[in-house]
């Protein structure tokens, strides 16, 4: 009898901030190049999918957040796996392979992953490919992108081994069915984990359980990219490819007015607390900060957010405009267009650099100028601590302007606390829709 192919798989992600739903998205595209097809969905989605009864492989990109807690989206599907009185073999139908996301700064690395990765083993789930966990402090995509290449061949071998054992049950047995596939699966498993990936065996081989670093000289891996950052001797990588074109055009007009907020919804609120959430040698402290908002007069909703504006000290912008020779052009207005053939997928201008901005007023208000040196695409921009980068000719300053334009604001996080209810956490990132904190905080 023949049996048609399932090219179907379960994909499911967990993210606070977007970073894992835009993993997630990238493997949707890149499935149906590989002839598959994700069936796509936020973790928290929970009637559109039922692992219960899930025939096919199922994939998990989830990052983490608090103090190695899994995202907010999780937290139902957390809670439901936990269930203490589920059986030992409530999920041993399920095949599934995970990817987790975290930062090696914080105490609890990529916890969120692991704590359901944890549960389904020990729920009798199977990995048909091993996890991956990828390193924000020191770039995702070292793993992100590996993990993702051997997920199409891992994908495949799982779909024919599946084929593999329904023409087997259909033979008359002369092994028990399970042994079969148990026996195919774990082979299948080693196989991949050298022959596919090509990374070291014994490093997969590790239960993922609880907080661990990476050794210190340990080669990279899907387990973990490179040494956490604060054992890293830091370089300065090649700039990618630009897809922002810079013009600067001088200019006598005032800038525009903060990110259209208007002074009067600008707010001084003290700070009544603050929990350091990464390690002692984290090279960059992540506090989540409690604000007293009781003696504001503005009014919100649960689910508002809060933007917490923190510009760069005047000092700093000014040897950074030096450093980057364009101490000259600080009041020219900055016109960003995108690069005509680039070819990044959703290649956009920033939507966090307004029109008719000056140079000064985007390396004040925009971007982060501070950030630990990490991808390339804040290189030229991030010298302003260690002389890394000086332009070698003014052809250089617009190129250089252009990938400082383009690098994500906002490394330094914020979780707003709701003070009259701590549990209560606003996700940054969600479109603004309350009043904006004013708060000129001094993070070292
Ligand atoms: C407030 C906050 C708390 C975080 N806590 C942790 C943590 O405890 N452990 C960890 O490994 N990563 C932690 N991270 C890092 C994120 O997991 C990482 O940046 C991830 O790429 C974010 O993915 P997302 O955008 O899908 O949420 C935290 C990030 C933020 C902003």
Redesign the pocket.
């Known amino acids: 009898m023949c049996c048609k192919t399932n090219h179907r798989f379960l994909l499911l992600y967990a ?7 835009a993993i997630a998205e990238e493997i949707y595209h890149q499935a149906k190049d590989s002839g598959l097809e994700a069936d796509l969905h936020c973790i928290s989605e929970s009637d559109k999918y039922n692992l219960n009864s899930e025939k096919d492989p199922v994939v998990i990109v989830t ?7 899994p ?1 907010d989206t999780a937290v139902k599907f957390v809670k439901e796996i936990n269930d203490k009185s589920l059986p030992s073999d409530h999920l041993s139908h399920l095949r599934y392979g995970l990817l987790g ?4 700064e ?7 992953g692991k704590i359901i990765d944890k549960r389904f083993q020990e729920l009798g789930a199977q990995r048909f490919y091993e996890v991956g966990l ?1 390193d ?1 402090a020191v770039g ?1 995509e070292l793993v992100v992108d590996p993990w993702i290449a051997g997920l199409w061949p891992a994908l495949h071998q799982e779909f024919a081994s599946r084929k593999k054992e329904r023409n087997h049950t259909e033979e008359p047995p002369s092994l028990c069915a399970d042994a079969v596939c148990n026996s195919c699966i774990n082979s299948r498993v080693e196989r991949l984990k050298l022959e596919v990936l090509g990374v070291n065996n014994d490093l997969l081989a590790k239960a993922v359980t609880k907080s661990e670093l990476p050794l210190q000289g340990s080669q990279p891996s899907l387990f973990h990219s490179v040494p956490p950052l604060s054992q890293l001797a830091l370089n300065v990588p090649a700039l990618p490819p630009e897809y922002l074109e810079v013009h600067f055009q001088e200019s006598s007009e005032q800038d525009p007015s903060l990110c259209c907020v208007s002074e009067s919804s600008i707010f001084q609120v003290p700070v009544i607390k603050a929990v350091q ?1 990464t390690r002692d040698d984290a090279i960059k402290r ?1 506090l ?1 900060l409690e604000l007293d908002i009781s003696k504001t007069t503005f009014s919100y909703q649960p689910g508002d957010a809060f933007n917490v504006i923190c510009p760069n000290y005047t000092s700093e912008v000014e040897e950074l405009l030096h450093i980057l020779g364009l101490s000259e052009k600080k009041d020219y207005f900055v016109c960003l267009k995108v690069k005509a053939g680039t070819k990044k997928r959703g290649a956009a201008v920033p939507l966090y650099i307004p029109e008719k901005s000056t140079v000064k007023f985007i390396l004040t208000w925009c971007l982060e100028i501070r950030a630990v040196l990490k991808k390339p695409l804040d290189t030229n921009v991030i010298c302003s601590r260690g002389s890394v980068c000086t332009p070698k000719n003014p052809q250089e300053e617009v190129p250089a302007f252009a990938h400082s334009c383009a690098a994500k604001p906002g490394r330094i ?1 914020f ?1 707003v606390c709701h003070v009259h209810n701590p549990k209560v956490t606003l996700p ?1 990132g969600n479109e603004t829709r309350g009043s904006t904190v004013h708060l000129p905080l001094v993070l070292d």
């Open positions: 993210s606070q901030k977007g970073q894992a739903k990052s983490t957040t608090g103090t190695g807690e995202p996301l975290g930062d090696s914080y105490t609890f690395f990529c916890n969120g990828a924000d995702l959430l992540t989540l996080h979780q940054e």
